[in-house]
Structure formats: C-alpha cells, structure tokens
C-alpha cells in the first residue's frame, strides 16, 4: 500500500562528487518494498522545484526500519536533496511502481547490469537474489570509475564485474563488451543510461535469455495521472510510473529497437 511520510535522515553517505546516500528511517514499519520499486522525495525550500522526484530504493533493512536512497546530482532538485544532513526531514510517498520479477529459482543464475544513478536498485534486487539461491553476476559501467559510486557493496551478494570508458577501473569499454555480458544466463536485469539498456535488451533478445529494463522517463505525479512519463511499448502507451518502471522486454521491441 502506498504510503506519504515524513522519514528522518539517519546517516549521509558523500559518493564522490557527484552521489550521496542517505538513510531513511520513521521510527515505525515501514512498507515492504520490492525491488525496482522507487519513491518520489518533496524537495523543501526550492521555488524551481514543484514535482517531487522520483528516486529508486537502493536499499532496504526491514530489521532496521531503514531505507537507502543513492542520488546523483544533476540539476535544481538534487542539488537541494544533497544540502540536507542527519535529522533533516524528506518527505517521501513510496513504495510506487512495478519492480523487478525476483522470484527466481534457487541456482538460476542472473546478471544485473548497471550504469550511472541506475545502480541504484540493483543492490536491494542483488539481495533479494541471493536470498533465493539465484547466482548473480553484477556488472557496472561508468566513463570513469569515479562515477560508478558504489560497488563494494555489492561483493557479498554476487560476483562483481566492472567496465570503465576510460579503463580506470575494470574492463576498457562498453559494459556489453565486458567478457562477463556474453556468458549465458537465465535471466538479464538493468538500469541506466538508455542507450546502454537497448544494447542489453538487443543482446538478450538475440540470445533468448528474459530480460527486464527499468526506464526512467521524467515524471510529474509518480501514480498514473498525469501521462507525461509515457513510454511506447508493443502493447501500446504505458506509463512508466505506474506500469514500470521495469518492463520485460517481450513487450518492448519496439522501444529498444528505435
Ligand atoms: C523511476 C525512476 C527512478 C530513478 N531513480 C534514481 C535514483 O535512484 N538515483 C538518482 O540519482 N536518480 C534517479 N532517477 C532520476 C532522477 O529522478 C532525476 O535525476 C531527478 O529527478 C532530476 O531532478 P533535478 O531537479 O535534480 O534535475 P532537473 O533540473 O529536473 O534536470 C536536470 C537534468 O537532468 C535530466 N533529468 C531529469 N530527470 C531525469 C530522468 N528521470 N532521467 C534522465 N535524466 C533526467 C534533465 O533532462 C536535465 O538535463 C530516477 C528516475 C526515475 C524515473
Ligand atoms: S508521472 Fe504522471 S502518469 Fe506517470
């Protein structure tokens, strides 16, 4: 169930330059949230920035009550999420949208492709995997190996591969031309740049393996209303906030064939 509420900034993670990570936390239960799913954040204090912004969950402790967002900041509204520090408030309507298909069988195998800020669900899928038996491959991208902000994290959940443009970490080049992309698998999760999630989707279709893409498309009001995040798929407009974020790609050949 949808849920509006005021968290509390626990903790504050600088990434770099550009990324910072903050915990969430009410006090009380929290939502279950899946993987994929995301929430949209009131950003207080800005005149420019009216519609909240959608961010995906990075992270979930359901012991803790806490949730993890990592954000990149690239423009008015991010810039003023990054300004706000321990015991801030973020008000925050979640859990919204469709998440990933993580009900695989234990020792199915699964790669999770990331880029930029679309690492960001990955973490909470990888260990929604792991708890299932899936064996998991993650691989991130980014131009330099400053801008893939997180990865360590990754380690207990999967075998964790890496490809920078510029080769400062990892494999030099695309990450659908690391050597790990063309290995099989039963089924192929990612998030990023668009450019990137077309490329997986090709590959994935050519070879069989399932697949699903998390697009996101600017949106406004996060729960269907206002059309303005709509994506063309085989079955017709869907929009992206309230069908997606995460489409299986056996209904998007027509987007990632564009
Ligand atoms: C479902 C979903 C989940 C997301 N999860 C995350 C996340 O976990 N972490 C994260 O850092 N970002 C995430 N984003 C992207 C994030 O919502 C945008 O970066 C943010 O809204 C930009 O707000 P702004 O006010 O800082 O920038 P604006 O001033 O609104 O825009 C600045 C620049 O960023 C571009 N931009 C704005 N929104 C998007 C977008 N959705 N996709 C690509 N470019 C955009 C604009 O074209 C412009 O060039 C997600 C987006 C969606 C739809
Ligand atoms: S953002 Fe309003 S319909 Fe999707």
Not at 43 to 64: A, C, F, Q, T, W
Not at 90 to 97: A, C, D, I, K
Not at 193 to 216: D, Q
């Amino acid at each position: 169930m949808k849920e509006i509420h005021n968290f509390s900034i626990l903790e504050r993670r600088q990434l770099g330059s550009r990324y910072f990570a903050l915990v969430l936390g009410h006090g009380g239960r929290m939502q279950p949230v899946a993987p994929g799913q995301f929430v949209e954040v009131l950003v207080e204090g800005s005149r420019d920035v009216m519609l909240r912004r959608p961010i995906s969950v990075h992270d979930v402790d359901e012991e803790k009550g806490t949730m993890t967002l990592l954000i990149q900041i690239v423009g008015n509204g991010t810039r003023k999420l990054a300004e706000l520090g321990v015991g801030d408030k973020l008000n925050v309507v979640y859990p919204l949208g469709h998440g990933f298909t993580s009900d695989l069988r234990p020792q199915t195998s699964a790669l999770l492709v990331g880029g930029g800020a679309g690492i960001a669900p990955l973490l909470h899928l990888s260990k929604v995997l792991k708890a299932k038996s899936v064996s998991c491959t993650i691989l991130l991208g980014g131009r330099t190996a400053e801008l893939i902000p997180v990865r360590d994290e990754f380690n207990p959940y999967g075998r964790l591969c890496i490809a920078t443009d510029d080769g400062s970490m990892g494999h030099k080049g695309l990450v659908v031309e690391h050597p790990a992309f063309s290995e099989s698998y039963d089924m192929i999760y990612t998030c990023g740049p668009t450019p990137m999630m077309k490329a997986v989707a090709r590959s994935a279709a050519e070879r069989g393996i399932r697949c699903e893409v998390s697009l996101e498309n600017m949106m406004a009001c996060g729960v269907g209303a206002c059309l303005c995040c709509v994506t063309d798929t085989d079955d017709g407009h869907r929009c992206v906030c309230k069908d997606g974020p995460v489409f299986d790609i056996s209904t998007m050949r027509k987007w990632y064939e564009k």
